[in-house]
């Protein structure tokens, strides 16, 4: 497959305002045509990276490249990028197709190549049933399409989207989710989306970059993260895991794992000297007769139905609570049971 070019490329980016760092020599690049998502916790950095891709925050250091020029000197408004916010900011006296139009008739375009444009990307978005409509008869999901067909309408080589669902509801989230990758697959936009959403981050992204005070945790494709996280925060902050300290004696090729007193086999160890062992709830593996192998007595603590799977809590011999998920149980609370997991299935990181 041949590789996509780099349509933005963020240099050693450093931020701060006052004393406080936001972005620390943050370097990324951002291939054309993919749907990237910045995730993170509340204060990490990715609504500032985001305002400085767009111009609305100047870095202390560090550059911005859009298509090979250097965008220091650019302002906003003459930036290939625009920005999808949370808040729809829609004029209320317009209707749907003045609104998209609006921006276009601000740079005197002909009224032809606003109608064509405009008329394109109502039917993208499925609003041409409502292009008359004003802003106070439209639903939540129907104004964010309003948001994104007017910043689509500028055909931006860039499209960033700054928590665009978070006023939305549950079920209208999702199918927003859907719609938001089909909009973005159909006209090969580069999109910069910012979440604090774990699930909706694994949903939407051809790639996500974690970021954890100001700098990047990892990144990769949703599968790698989830999978194969390379840090404690990443392997707590997207999605649950449990974590067993321990130590590893072994070489590259393979060794044990050290917990209390159990030896845990590894065969091809990630890290060089990993003292922490991360497991997803999903993949713990609960008994009632002690199996062959490793394995760990427990008590069962509390039984939860979620819906589609229960998720149960376990306390260990020595007190450590473990979590796991199972579709059906077979047991119930108090019940002595006995849990073990595939090492294959686990990571082996160094804790923070």
């Known amino acids: ?119 394109e990307v109502l039917e993208l978005t499925s609003l041409e049933a409502l292009a008359q409509r004003k802003p106070a008869k439209l639903s939540g999901g129907q104004q964010q399409r309003v948001a994104i067909a007017r910043s689509l309408v500028n055909k931006p080589k860039v499209l960033l989207l700054d928590e665009p669902l978070g006023a939305l509801d549950l079920k209208l989230r999702k199918q927003m989710q859907v719609e938001l990758k089909k909009m973005q697959r159909k006209m090969g936009i580069t999109y910069v989306y910012v979440t604090h959403d774990q699930e909706e981050a694994l949903t939407i992204s051809d790639r996500i970059v974690v970021l954890n005070k100001g700098h990047i945790e990892q990144m990769g494709e949703p599968w790698q993260i989830y999978h194969e996280p390379k840090t404690e925060f990443v392997a707590s902050f997207l999605g649950e895991s449990n974590f067993f300290e321990g130590h590893y004696e072994g070489g590259v090729h393979g060794g044990f794992f050290h ?21 997803r709830p999903e993949y713990i593996q609960i008994q009632t007769e002690k199996p062959d192998g490793f394995s760990f007595q427990a008590s069962v603590e509390d039984i939860t139905y979620l819906g589609q799977t229960n998720r149960i809590a376990l306390r260990l011999q020595e007190g450590k609570m473990v979590y796991a998920l199972k579709d059906a149980v077979d047991f119930s609370d108090g019940e002595t049971v006995f849990i073990s997991f595939c090492p294959d299935q686990c990571n082996f990181i160094h804790s923070a």
């Open 1 to 119: 497959m041949e590789e996509k070019k780099t349509l933005i490329s963020l240099k050693n980016i450093n931020k701060s305002f006052g004393s406080q760092k936001i972005i620390e020599d943050l370097s990324l690049d951002i291939k054309e045509g993919e749907f990237l998502t910045l995730l993170g916790p509340s204060g990490c950095g990715k609504t500032t990276l985001l305002r400085i891709i767009n111009g609305f925050e100047t870095p202390d250091s560090g550059a911005v490249v859009l298509d090979g020029v250097e965008q220091g000197a650019i302002p906003p408004n003459k930036r290939q990028v625009n920005t999808v916010f949370q808040s729809y900011a829609l004029f209320p006296h317009l209707t749907v197709w003045e609104n998209v139009a609006f921006s276009l008739r601000m740079k005197k375009v002909a009224e032809k190549e606003i109608k064509e444009r405009v008329d």
């Open 259 to 279: 917990y209390k007193e159990t030896a845990i086999p590894v065969a091809n160890p990630t890290e060089e000297e990993p003292d922490l062992l991360s497991v």
